[in-house]
């Protein structure tokens, strides 16, 4: 299984990826995002291609997807 990963040093708040991926993010008061599930940013295989778009798509690069273990 892989995990979404986000460098909230070059996040910058734009939700374009909440949109993208609204089964895992939803977006916090200031419009960064947030784990749907609390915390826990575990991609299910289903959602693989989806949340390779939103990584692929970040405007300030600031995601990716990660083995978990690693």
């Known amino acids: 299984m892989k995990r979404l ?3 909230w040093t ?6 374009l990826c909440t949109e993208l991926l609204p089964e895992l ?7 960064y995002p947030a784990a749907r599930s609390g915390g826990d940013l575990s991609v ?6 989806e949340a390779g778009e939103a990584v ?4 300030a690069l600031a995601l990716r997807l990660v083995r ?3």
């Not at 692929?56 to 405007?59: A, K, Q, V, Y």
């Open 44 to 49: 299910p295989a289903a959602l693989e291609g």
């Open 68 to 70: 978990e273990g690693r």
């Open 10 to 15: 070059a996040c910058d708040g734009r939700g």
């Open 5 to 7: 990963h986000i460098d």
């Open 25 to 31: 993010l939803v977006e916090d008061d200031w419009g």
């Open 56 to 59: 692929s798509r970040c405007p």
